[in-house]
């Protein structure tokens, strides 16, 4: 279960240049921002396009290598494809589209497979109906359905959410965990929203003007402020794995454990020891030169400055690691150590005299945990 | 409710057999020709198109003409279809149906055409990640998409064929029973001194015919149409 891909191909003005290699299953968010070369460099892994030069390879088959003159077509790669715009056929039921890829396939899933998949994305109602009859939520599930019921080496999933509201967008997300977290399927994920990729993603693509900058884990990443397309986002931070230790006994915060530092959010309704994901945006976080007292904030960790950096417009970007030891200035970059990242005004830098290596603290005004935005008091 | 003459009765099935068959017959290639014209890249694409458009813009008597050449008994083309297969066209009924089916094929090609080229060409690149090679596609998604277009076409180019006077009569004489389809046989009434009755009773015929296929093709889209987003 991998797949390997190093293409260059011209479409227009845009010179693609892509070149990333995913191991692991899981989510892989392809980001970048509109007209990045996202959605040609899918459909070239799944062969509606061709390539100029390259070679790319699904689960060790090679499906396209220019030297050796291989191109195999689309209907051949065993991708699941789910469009932006969901491309349910019109003139077929839910259940004859469901099945559309199924009965295509020598390499059917087995019935209690096929089942599971339609009893997690809920749509044994809709079996009847056609396409102009669902909303568009119920529409993108299908077209999930029928991409995984045909049983692919790889999911292709093209700003699935993008054509949706904010409730649908709710509505369709936990389908996309589910997927993260029981099936042992690659998943390539195309989006330009930071909030789906740190709600969702493993790993991390990140595309700019065609070119593939870097690729690494989700956590290691979306910190980086040396990528164009996530600093300086509205909503750029840092995702953070944290478990969940305890809560107060009238139930209402959750206590959680990241990297030696407690995290206070409000109650979370789930058990402790669960694993969870935490997103908090660079704007949301303050710095203070001494540990502030009688303030609302609850959560205030002690750090160390690593960097700071010049954002466009009149704000830096301060990258802060865990800790107050020596350690933490010098190995911020190789300890795995987490890194916070604050986003403040040149001018409150400035009166601070914030400094590289300095140990100061960070006020974290809000943190979203697993895309659930907590209260803003917290 | 007046009763109809052995004469018209004649005419009218005859009309109906003539259009039918034509139709019929001309429908897979114009399925094919529009198929090639919407979908396909290829070279000599505008002259495939000028040359389904020809009957539309020639004189019918000039169709008729150039069919009595090309498929006249003593033409090499109509004497190697006698000789080989006994086919005859001129002064028959087939004659008849195979220039209804020229004239009227236009209609069906731009017809089904037309609802080609509106079918979301991302449905094809939907149904190939989903394992359906071209052959498949054609059969599970181009036809049914086309249903409407096809259906459409088929009743215009009926109702065309109807109508068809001057490349039947220039290819395959004006013989009663045989190739005399409704416009002829209305034709001829008029040529005939006292025939002003007869005339008036085929042509209220053949409106009423044409109201029917009217009507029958509103019902048959109604039902498409409600099928498509039921």
């Not at chain 1, 070679?55 to 088959?61: A, L, M, V, W, Y």
């Not at chain 1, 965990?177 to 709600?199: C, F, N, Q, S």
């Not at chain 1, 960097?307 to 009149?314: A, K």
Request: aromatic share 6%; glycine share 8%.
């Amino acid at each position: 279960m991998s797949i390997h891909l190093s293409i260059r191909h011209k479409i227009g003005k845009l010179d693609l240049d892509a070149d990333f290699h995913i191991k692991e299953p899981g989510i892989t968010a392809l980001f970048g921002p509109s007209g990045s070369g996202k959605t040609s460099l899918i459909n070239i892994i799944a062969g509606l396009e061709r390539p100029d030069t390259g070679r790319i390879e699904i689960s060790e088959h090679v499906v396209f290598d220019h030297a050796r003159q291989i191109n195999l077509p689309t209907r051949h790669r065993r991708v699941g494809y789910v469009f932006q715009d969901a491309r349910l056929f019109p003139h077929k039921t839910v259940s004859e589209n469901l099945y559309f890829g199924a009965r295509r396939n020598a390499d059917k899933l087995n019935r209690e497979e096929q089942t599971a998949i339609l009893e997690m994305l809920g749509i044994s109602p809709l079996m009847g109906r056609r396409p102009a009859a669902l909303s568009g939520g119920e529409k993108q599930r299908v077209a999930l359905g029928r991409a995984l019921l045909a049983n692919p080496d790889i999911l292709l999933l093209d700003e699935p959410l993008s054509a949706l509201d904010h409730a649908r967008k709710q509505e369709i997300l936990p389908y996309f965990e589910w997927l993260r977290d029981h099936r042992r399927i690659p998943i390539l994920y195309v989006t330009h929203a930071i909030d789906e990729v740190a709600r969702l993603a493993d790993h991390l693509v990140v595309i700019d003007q065609g070119k593939t900058l870097a690729s690494g884990s989700v956590f290691d990443m979306l910190g980086r402020s040396d990528l164009p397309p996530l600093a300086g986002q509205f909503d750029a931070g840092t995702v953070l794995p944290a478990r969940i230790v305890s809560r107060d006994p009238k139930a209402e915060v959750s206590f959680l454990e990241c990297a030696g530092q407690r995290i206070v959010v409000p109650y979370l309704g789930r058990p402790a020891s669960h694993q969870v994901r935490l997103h908090i945006r660079a704007r949301d976080v303050m710095i203070a030169r001494t540990a502030p007292s009688g303030i609302s904030a609850n959560n205030i960790i002690p750090v160390t400055i690593t960097d700071i950096s010049d954002l466009d417009g009149d704000t830096v970007d301060i990258s802060l690691c865990f800790g107050h030891d020596a350690d933490a200035s010098l190995f911020a970059a190789t300890s795995g150590r987490p890194t916070l990242h604050a986003r403040i005004t040149r001018w409150s830098a400035g009166r601070l005299n914030l400094e590289r290596h300095q140990k100061v603290f960070a006020v974290i005004k809000s943190v979203t945990v697993d895309g659930q935005l907590s209260d803003h008091s917290l | 409710m007046i009763s109809l003459t052995p004469a018209e009765i004649e005419a009218l099935l005859l009309s109906l057999r003539i259009s039918g068959v034509a139709v019929a017959c001309a429908l897979p290639f114009a399925i094919l020709v529009a198929t090639a014209l919407a979908l396909g890249r290829f070279p000599g694409r505008f002259i495939l198109d000028a040359i389904v458009h020809l009957p539309l813009i020639l004189p019918p008597v000039v169709m008729g003409y150039l069919l009595l050449i090309g498929f006249g008994t003593r033409a090499p083309l109509g004497a190697w279809l006698y000789e080989t297969f006994d086919v005859r066209f001129v002064f028959s009924w087939t004659g008849a149906a195979l220039a209804s089916a020229i004239v009227s094929f236009p209609f069906q090609v731009r017809a089904i055409r037309l609802s080609l080229e509106n079918v979301n060409s991302g449905l094809y690149q939907a149904a190939e990640t989903l394992g359906a090679g071209p052959i498949d596609r054609f059969f599970s998604l181009t036809l049914p998409l086309a249903l409407p277009g096809i259906i459409a076409g088929a009743i215009t180019a009926f109702a065309a064929s109807l109508g068809e006077f001057g490349a039947i009569i220039t290819f395959v004489s004006n013989i009663p029973g045989e190739t005399r389809t409704l416009p002829l046989a209305i034709y001829t009434a008029i040529q005939t001194p006292g025939g002003e009755l007869a005339a008036a009773r085929l042509a209220a015929l053949s409106i009423g015919l044409a109201f029917g296929g009217l009507l029958l093709s509103e019902i048959a889209m109604r039902h498409i149409r409600k099928r498509a987003t039921a």
